[in-house]
């Protein structure tokens, strides 16, 4: 009973690091759970057993043979761990300084129900303790895990609070520190990190660039780069800005105010915790009513929520789409093949006077660095230098949506002056982002990883690349979408019909239940039962496909799903 509530806490801790310590969320997945974690048969049944024994068999059998018959039952339920084995889990449970503080507390409030009731049961017992006692009070012990993490988390929030008080301060003390430090901050709802990362491609060309690594977009990530990794002779820090709740976003910006603000677009990403596309759409617009007046605002002008932005007189704002209309940076001629894609970057004769109402302030800085790298001596003739003009771009990065993140890139690097070969060769060098559209061959085996959180418009635009491909057969690996809402079974089913329109030659869902709406697509355009297998794990997906593939195929994985979504 010990080991398996060492692996059953163990395994809770796991799932409530991946909901981002977020209690609510946690709730949510243990409802959702409810018959397999949060009341599990193993600990109903033995209840039952240890019942049926107190009432019917104890006068009649040996307090030895209900002793091991119970010591069996508990054994055969009890001794195996594989519902909560770590050995095939995709994102390991991390003992970061948080996680270690509450398992510390986790383990204090849990252990002292099982040491008190083993107390009792030996004082009970006198000689030997009392096997009744030891059963009920571990295997209750066990069965309130759950609520004792809850309790743990509770006790230990006002000390994280006064931690993450303390990185906010250090954080904006230190910007305040460094006012030429100029900071780039992109949102949106999806492609933020790939985006982020084609910015700091191209503004390395010329300057010294600090940039959050990986997904770093929340308050502690933002503020562990900025107090760990910003040096004093950066000139631009460029910062990723996620959000899961309204309110997020004005979070961040209270540690760090951007002067060049890029939102890629508002989507269904995380209605679950929004309610609503407006809301969504409110909060990425936190981050240009948070930038400094004078700043400039780079906007997907595709996306008529992301144009509806900009609202302000005091800023700059430029557009960058795939659309030649209204938009001043767009892209034309795209072309896709196996090293990735090549388009005619385009910048309108006519830009926007760059540095807004601001510019005359902002040019008493000193230098070439600092802000008047961002609204004034770069700014003031960036118009001139790049207005009107035309290159054509290979990246090796996939997908139409990657094209429309190179046009923000490419308009950080036009705010900042850089002429446009240089942000050509820039766009050039950018490898892809891992699991976003990686391109990738193994043993002649074509794969495009696509695995990182999926979404509506990135999931079809990874669809329509797999097609592209001309030689071999083509095969998808998906569980679907999560975290949208009440659209989330539509979205999937949208996707289905996708895929069929496309004919891959055999499509591999994940997870029977969440993928329903995606099998139900798939068969409505026209896909065959033959040509879909609905497998338990991606472990089980691979082991199929590893028995059909032969050189030349090609296999996209889209989208790849926490162990806590696991069925």
Request: glycine share 8%; net charge neutral.
């Amino acid at each position: 009973m010990l080991r398996h509530g060492i692996y059953r806490g163990r395994y809770l801790l796991h799932i409530f690091q991946q909901n981002g310590y977020k209690s609510n969320e946690l709730l949510r997945w243990l409802f959702r759970h409810w018959n397999t974690v949060l009341v599990p048969v193993p600990h109903l049944a033995l209840i039952l057993v240890t019942m049926i024994t107190l009432t019917f068999l104890e006068p009649h059998v040996t307090k030895t043979a209900l002793t091991v018959a119970l010591v069996i039952f508990g054994s055969f339920w009890f001794g195996n761990i594989s519902q909560y084995d770590s050995t095939h889990v995709k994102k390991p449970l991390v003992f970061t300084p948080r996680m270690i503080r509450l398992a510390a507390v986790y383990t204090g409030v849990s252990i002292w129900i099982p040491l008190l009731g083993t107390s009792f049961a030996v004082y009970r017992g006198m000689l030997f303790p009392d096997i009744y006692i030891l059963i009920f009070v571990w295997m209750f012990a066990d069965l309130i895990l759950p609520y004792m993490l809850f309790l743990a988390a509770a006790l230990i929030y006002p000390a994280e609070r006064f931690i993450q008080y303390r990185f906010k301060v250090k954080a904006r003390n230190k910007l305040a520190e460094m006012p030429e430090l100029t900071v780039v901050a992109i949102t949106g709802s999806y492609g933020k990190t790939s985006t982020k990362f084609l910015i700091d491609a191209v503004l390395k060309e010329r300057f010294r660039v600090c940039t959050t690594p990986g997904s770093y977009n929340t308050p502690m990530g933002i503020c562990k780069v900025i107090n760990q990794d910003l040096q004093p002779s950066d000139q631009i820090l460029i910062l990723e800005m996620g959000a899961r709740y309204v309110g997020n976003i004005d979070e961040l910006c209270r540690i760090a105010r951007p002067d060049i603000a890029v939102v890629t677009n508002v989507g269904v990403a995380h209605l679950e915790s929004f309610g609503s596309l407006n809301a969504i759409a409110r909060t990425k617009g936190a981050l240009i009513r948070h930038l400094k007046p004078g700043g400039t605002a780079i906007l997907n002008g595709d996306d008529p929520e992301v144009r509806k932005m900009a609202d302000r007189n005091d800023i700059t704002t430029i557009f960058a789409g795939l659309s030649g209309e209204n938009n001043h940076i767009f892209a034309r001629n795209i072309g896709y093949d196996e090293l990735g894609c090549t388009f005619d970057l385009q910048i309108r004769d006519t830009l926007p006077s760059l540095g807004g109402n601001a510019a005359d302030t902002v040019n008493s800085g000193p230098g070439n660095a600092g802000k008047q790298t961002v609204v004034a001596d770069h700014a003031a003739t960036a118009e001139t230098r790049t207005a009107g003009t035309k290159e054509q771009i290979r990246m090796s990065i996939l997908g139409e949506h990657s094209v429309q993140n190179a046009l923000l890139a490419a308009g950080s690097g036009v705010v900042m002056n850089l002429r446009l070969p240089t942000i050509k060769v820039a766009l050039r060098k950018v490898a892809p982002v891992q699991h976003r559209l990686e391109l990738k061959k193994e043993n002649g085996i074509v794969i495009i990883d696509d695995a990182f959180n999926s979404n509506p418009v990135g999931a079809k635009n990874a669809v329509s690349v797999l097609s592209a491909f001309k030689s071999g057969r083509k095969f998808v690996v998906t569980p679907g979408m999560v975290e949208l809402g009440s659209v989330q079974d539509e979205e999937n089913r949208k996707f289905g019909a996708w895929m069929a329109k496309h004919k891959p030659d055999h499509v591999y869902l994940v997870g029977e239940v969440q993928t329903r709406p995606i099998y139900e697509g798939l068969m409505e355009g026209g896909f065959s039962d033959e040509q879909i297998s609905v497998v338990g794990s991606l472990f089980e997906a691979n082991d199929l496909l590893r028995a059909k593939l032969r050189e030349g195929d090609v296999v996209l994985y889209e989208n790849d799903l926490p162990d806590s979504y696991s069925e």
